[in-house]
């Protein structure tokens, strides 16, 4: 099992070592970037505990279960993931294993035959091209099948520990919505994070959006009454006006 991310203090936007390990009680600085306000405030809400299983174990491992995740549900993706590194917790293993036999394990993830021979594909790849490692740059691990820039952002964040920021739908349409930023697609979203968090907060980003996304900004029906970003939030603001004409 690997560590878990840092927390964010949820008052300074800062990590407990930035500030030498004690609590920092400071005031959020008055010039405090939007997007980092809407970070500590959604730590405060949401925590630091880790939602899932399989972005908690090593890059190797995060690697599959994020391929295993793409357009299925997180207890899907754990139950699968569970199940695989049981019999094949290594690329060694997986390697030398049956297609069909990895069908058979993740068998509750979406498109479990295609996943099946990607990752298959990816235990023999790794082997032959990396000595078994796992690969930590975004730039080789999207040579993997499977693997796009917002998976390869996963394995940089859960598995290496490394700033990055995946933007999966949840961080794309949240940042969208309080109007963090005005894009199209996640690339530009990620593009645009970027260029105003600070690298300390790229890696708690995903997490807290994800949290956030699944409880209460969901893609239908956000529950604004009960939001903690309702009153930085343009969507939300944009509705009040309109329930007043
Ligand atoms: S106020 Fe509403 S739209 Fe804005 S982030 Fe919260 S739930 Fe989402």
Request: proline share 8%; with cysteine.
């Amino acid at each position: 099992m690997k560590q878990r991310l840092p927390s964010l203090d949820t008052e300074s936007g800062r990590r407990p070592s930035e500030s030498g390990g004690r609590p920092n009680r400071a005031v959020p600085e008055a010039t405090e970037h939007p997007a980092v306000k809407t970070l500590r405030l959604l730590a405060a809400r949401h925590g630091n505990d880790p939602w899932n299983w399989h972005t908690q174990q090593t890059p190797f491992q995060v690697l599959i279960g994020t391929v295993l995740s793409q357009r299925t549900r997180d207890e899907k993706t754990d139950a699968a993931a569970r199940a695989l590194f049981s019999r094949y917790p290594s690329p060694e293993a997986l390697a030398v294993a049956r297609v069909e036999e990895i069908e058979a394990l993740i068998r509750p993830v979406n498109y479990y035959r295609t996943k099946a021979k990607r990752i298959h594909d990816i235990g023999i790849i790794l082997l032959a091209r990396y000595k078994g490692r796992t690969p930590d740059t975004i730039a080789e691990l999207m040579k993997l099948p499977g693997v796009g820039r917002k998976t390869a952002s996963c394995v940089m964040v859960y598995g290496f520990g490394r700033p990055a920021l995946p933007v999966d739908t949840h961080v794309h349409r949240i940042a969208n919505r309080i109007g963090l930023v005005r894009t199209r697609v996640p690339e530009e979203t990620e593009r645009a994070l970027c260029e105003v968090l600070p690298e300390r907060h790229l890696m708690s980003c995903n997490e807290l959006m994800v949290k956030h996304g699944q409880t209460i900004c969901r893609p239908r029906s956000p529950k604004c009454g009960e939001c903690p970003l309702a009153s930085v939030c343009l969507y939300a603001s944009t509705a009040r006006e309109r329930n007043h004409l």
